[in-house]
Each structure stands twice: as C-alpha cells, then as structure tokens.
C-alpha cells in the first residue's frame, strides 16, 4: 500500500506535514460503497484555512486540512457507476449526499446527511463533519457519483489544470458572490477583498459583462493584482472613504452590487485599517450598494471566534447596520456556496478560454512539502493563489 502524507494543523500558527493514514473506503464502521479513492493532483491552501490556522476558530490539533481538490480516481467502491477508474476530476467543498431535501434542490452546501452537528459539510474543516482533509497525497471522497465533476479530456484537462484547479472552491465561490449580488451585464460592482476569493469573484464579474469592477483591499500587492487584469481598486487604508474613492472612477458614491470577500477578521477603513472590525466591511457594502441593490457575502462568518475583537465577536454576533440595509431595502445572500450548482459551466468557461482565473489569482504552484512555507507567505499577504503539488504532476 503507498504511503500518504498529509498538512495537520497543530496549533495557532503551527502546520506540519505529517505521515497520515492511507485512506480506505469506509465510514465509520461500514463500507463506504459509493465513495472513491483519489491521488491527489492538486490541492489548494485556501483562504479560510488561514482562520483556522491563526487560531480563530475552535478547530482541533491533528485537523488534516484541505478542502480543496483535484485528483485521479484509483479506487471505487462497488455503487460508483458513472465515475471510473483513472477519471480526472474536480471535488466540490461541500460534501454532498444527493439525496437529502437540500441537495434535491441544489442546495448542496447545506446537506442534511453528511455532518452530525449540523447542516453542511466539507473536507478538513471545523465543526464540518470531521472528515479527512484533502492537502495530502490521497483521499476518499464520499456520493462519487453525485459530487464529482469529471473532466471530458483528460490531456486537455491537464493542460489547463492551473484553471481548473480553481473549480473546488474558490471561483464558484467568486461567481456565486456575484450572482446573488444581482451582476449582470453593464453592471458596476465593488467586490471587497483582493485575495484569491475576490480576486475570483472579480473575474466572475467579468464573465458575467459587467461594466466596471471595483476591488477594495489595504495590501498593495493584491491591489496590484487586481489591476493586471483590468479592474479599478480602492485602497481601503486612504483616509478617503470607500464611496468618495468610488465617485472618483464612476462619478457617483455608490455601485449597482456588492460583493464581501473579506468576512469576519475584516479590519477597519482608513486611519482605523490596522485594527480588526468585523462588522467594517458588511457596513461599508451597505453604505455604498444601491437601494433596492443586493450584496452577496460569500466572506466566512463563524459562530465561535476564540480570537474575537469582544465576547460578541466571539460568538459570531456583531454591531451590523441591519437598519440601514432595511431602509435600503437591500438582499443579503449569505453561506457556503453550493459549488454544484455552478461548477460544470465555469469548466466550460476555462475549456474555452473565457475566463483566465489563474492569471486573474495568480495561481503559484508548490510542492506539498513547500505547503508550511506557503502558509506563512500566503499569512503575510501575498498576491498568490498557492497551489500544492504532491507527486509533482502539474511539473511534469
């Protein structure tokens, strides 16, 4: 049997890479017949890893992480019938039954069958299940025929795997924040959060014909990245408030949808942007989205916070202007996006070159030994989607 590596969080600030179990097809005590068993392409660190990693979140030492994956199927239990052998395919976050009463209505980030606690699951993540993250050399992934999305042409697939590795999470994500914004054609949006998630959702924009897209942050580097694929930014560390920076590239203080990217260790604005304020971004988007507009909130937002600026904090509840949205008559979308619904025609989309989501994200590909480093510079801000590479696939 090969041997399997996986990333483990081990406390506040510290990952290592440790020898893990080579995953079997079973859960619990029984034999998992529906689920697959993959080696592991790629597998990305994501942005909401780093909150568990920084210790704000109630995640347990020993967690192997890792919710974003790509792989090759080398083993299937016996009720797999469309996935085979040596497909390659794409993982949804979410892990999904396909047969509860939310996934039957394509809400798959909130099954009913798949984590105890409560509705929704997803691969090594707090309070989501439990199960076996995916920033290793192999995993098993359950409901193979229902969750997973296989590539049509393996070669062409590969070539494009940079792209493709996106589909997991973060450009599903990106592009369900700007739908349940209301982005269409012609349409002025401000996405705040220049990581890979709003840097994601600002390419979504684009694919959907907005007019201008907008994306705030406080790091110039991300603002940078940004910029290179043609988006207006503002930099939320200006003294100047995000609507007067806005009126100054629309010539009004508001846009049609906006986007939360950023979620709950958001910082404060201006002469404030060194202190964390939760509740700053999903004011901000309040003050600046148009009555009657809606603001998609694809950002993260926990019930428990250990690291939280206040016991409310803590707790999840923030001083949020729910009056201001009301007068303004806006539509919140919250929650984790339900990859499913999206995820087959963002392929399409990169198969077929309309959108560029690597460039967009500035995907840097890693080995997984390298996934500790990454984690520090990806911690530090950096422009950078990273990406690991466990038997050194996407090199070769």
Known sequence: MASNRGVAYMGPGVVEIQSIDFPKLELGNRKCEHGVILKI????????????V????TAPKG??????ITGEVIESGRDVEFIAVGDLVSVPFNIACGRCRNCKERATGICLN???????????????????GGQADYVMVPYADFNLLKFPN???????????TCLSDILPTGYHGAVSAGVGPGATVYVAGAGPVGLACAAA????GAAVVIVGDLIPERLAQARSFGCETVDVSKDASVGDQIAQILKVPEVDCAVDCVGFEARGHGHDAKTEAPATVLNSLMTICRAGGALGIPGLYVTDDPGGVDKAAQHGNLSIRIGLGWAKSHVFTTGQCPVLKYNRQL?????????????????????????VQGYKDFDKGAAKKFVLDPHGSIAA
């Not at 392409?41 to 568990?52: E, L, P, R, Y």
């Not at 967690?63 to 974003?68: A, D, F, K, P, S």
């Not at 399409?348 to 500035?362: P, R």
């Open 205 to 208: 924009c684009q694919l959907l």
């Open 154 to 164: 393996k070669a062409q697939a590969m070539s494009k795997i940079r792209d493709l």
């Open 347 to 371: 392929m399409m989309a990169i198969l077929h070159d309309k959108i560029k989501i690597a460039k967009a994200v500035n995907v840097t590909v890693v080995k997984l030994e390298e996934a």
């Open 54 to 57: 920084r210790g704000r979140t």
């Open 41 to 52: 392409v790629s597998t990305n660190i994501c942005g909401s890893d780093q909150h568990m």
């Open 63 to 68: 967690l192997v992480l890792g919710h974003e």
């Open 114 to 132: 798949v984590n105890p606690a409560r509705p929704g699951a997803a691969y090594g993540y707090v309070d989501m299940g439990g199960w076996v």
